[in-house]
């Protein structure tokens, strides 16, 4: 369904802030307006709810043309955004599998997953203007995302690898690796992690997860999302807590950097841990929040390179094995909390859901606990050691904004406070971009919804600068009538690019299958 005249939605423009401090959400304090905006253009929508109907999104200067991958059909949607109020649809490429999209000066690549995820993916390439298929390539298993390299010579490729099932007997965990893709000759690399294998316990000391029952290290690394200059790609490693840098001259994995934890006993980390006590509670707990970041994007800054992360985290729960459970149902260790019987309680800890393979003693009982994600974005140096972190800010800004929705599920409105047990707003896709000279990070909330946007001036101390939010609260998910719902792609389109001379911010919708053009002002 092409949508022309977006409906009327609670916040669709809302003006970029200048820094918020990390307070209590009961504080009062109000931002001051930095003079930039963000607002809803127009929409596209595939007409399908919850069922990955618009995911990432690649845009193409030359036709004006927006990729946009929808996986309950099995291709990518094409498009035509030269008025962005109102994105028309004129075309569709065939990619059964198709997991993400990129564009570079005409050609356009589509990581494809096979039938039997388990098995080898392709990438196929198809001309932006005709949509006429070019090529296709062999890669590895499940190849979650791809990008083409600043020069267009290489496109590199996420194989996560995902396991199929951890059941005895029927273990199918395929290796995780990364594929670089010349594109001019269509030959492939494929850097592996081969060489870590009898080394997981190295790994794990060093902080880097490695979990799968019975995995060797090779199995048990799943690249997640990609980012690349000049030789170089930074590629998360969601489910590890992890990076691997690849040098992509030589297709060999250079290193694996452990990306640390975050400790919520801070009072500026603090989140609200239950989802049953109908209430904000934004504070300090003894939990420590694993980055598992999923999406990454990099920029410069006085010469030097930064990494951004989106820290939503990521669980392996499937028949046979899950890595999962709630604090309530966990035995803690009484020399590390001491007041386990009151941090159980469900206005406490007790609904949190923390990762099951957590540091025990050795009776098997908790000495630490260990959230999934962290609720945050983070800048780091390009060796992956931390520069920057949003704290508690996340949570703080919703609560602010959208107190009535805090911490809501992207599955149905009238879901106050549900996911705060479990990830709260899930930040996942991230982008950078230049609006009047200075950078911005733009973050995805997959769960409550909305772009949020950061300015990275200064990368040892980013401002919150504002987030806009097109769902509409007052609608209805499953009906498809509640906006924007379950953002997963960000892309931000260059002024010099833009139909419109000015940046624009795409956004693809997972679960309301919508695509979403917003102006920066």
């Known amino acids: 369904m092409h949508i022309k005249t977006p409906i009327c939605l609670a916040a669709a423009t809302l003006s970029v802030f200048a820094t918020l401090s990390v307070v209590p959400a009961s504080a009062t304090s109000k931002p001051k307006p930095s003079g930039l905006s963000l607002s809803l253009l127009g929409r596209y929508s595939a007409g399908a709810v919850g069922a990955g109907a618009a995911e990432i999104t690649a845009y193409d200067a030359k036709t004006r043309r927006v990729f946009v991958v929808n996986a309950e059909q099995g291709t990518v949607d094409v498009l035509d955004i030269r008025d962005p109020r109102t994105p028309r649809k004129v075309a569709t490429l065939a ?9 570079h000066d005409g050609l356009v690549a589509v990581a ?8 080898a993916g392709t990438v196929a390439f198809f001309d932006a203007r005709t949509g006429a298929k070019k090529r296709q390539v062999t890669v590895g298993a499940l190849p979650d995302m791809l990008t083409f390299t600043a020069d ?8 996560e690898g995902e396991a199929s099932s951890y059941c005895a007997g029927a273990v199918n965990d395929p290796e995780g690796s990364v594929s670089v893709i010349d594109v001019r000759r269509g030959t492939v690399r494929t850097a592996g992690f081969r060489a870590w294998n009898g080394k997981e316990d190295a790994l794990r ?9 019975g995995a060797s290290a090779a199995q048990d690394l799943e690249p997640e999302y990609i980012s690349t200059e000049n030789g170089t790609a930074w590629v998360t490693l969601q489910e590890n807590n992890a990076l691997a840098v690849v040098d992509l001259g030589r297709a060999t994995v250079r290193d ?21 006590d109908g209430k904000v509670d934004i504070r300090p707990h003894p939990v420590k929040g694993v980055y598992m970041p999923d999406a990454i994007a990099h920029f410069r800054e006085r010469g030097r390179t930064y990494l951004v992360t989106a820290n939503e985290g990521d669980s392996r729960d499937w028949d046979c094995h899950s890595d999962e459970v709630r604090v309530k149902d966990a035995e803690l260790s009484p020399s590390a909390f001491p007041d386990a019987a009151a941090l159980k309680q469900d206005a406490e800890l007790g609904r949190l859901t923390v990762l099951s393979d957590s540091p025990k003693d050795a009776e098997g009982r908790y000495t630490e606990l260990r959230a999934f994600g962290a609720r945050s974005i983070s800048v780091r140096a390009a060796d992956g050691s ?14 602010r904004e959208l107190p009535g929705e805090f911490n809501a599920d992207n599955e149905e409105n009238d879901s106050f406070d549900s996911r705060s047990d479990n990830k709260g707003p899930e930040p996942e896709g991230v982008t950078v971009g230049e609006v009047r000279g200075r950078t911005f990070a733009f973050a995805g909330l997959e769960r409550v919804g909305g772009v949020v946007a950061y300015d990275l001036s200064d990368p040892r101390r980013p401002k919150l600068a504002g987030y806009v939010n097109t769902r509409d609260f007052a609608g209805d998910v499953e009906a498809g009538t509640a906006g924007d719902v379950g953002p997963e792609g960000v892309l931000f389109i260059d002024a010099q690019d833009s139909p419109t001379r000015s940046p624009l911010l795409v956004v693809g919708n997972e679960v309301s299958g919508t695509t979403a053009v917003y102006a920066l002002v």
């Open 205 to 213: 000391a060093e902080g880097v997860r490695i979990s799968g029952p």
């Open 386 to 399: 931390l520069v920057w972190d949003s704290g508690s800010e996340l949570e703080q800004l919703v609560a």
């Open 95 to 103: 990619t059964p599998g198709a997991n993400s999209v990129a564009v």
């Open 256 to 276: 694996i950097v452990p990306l640390g934890l975050k400790d919520h006993s801070r009072a500026a980390a603090g989140l609200d841990a239950s989802d049953r």
């Open 112 to 119: 494809q997953q096979a039938a039997d995820k388990t098995a």
């Open 152 to 159: 267009g010579r290489q496109v590199v490729v996420a194989n």
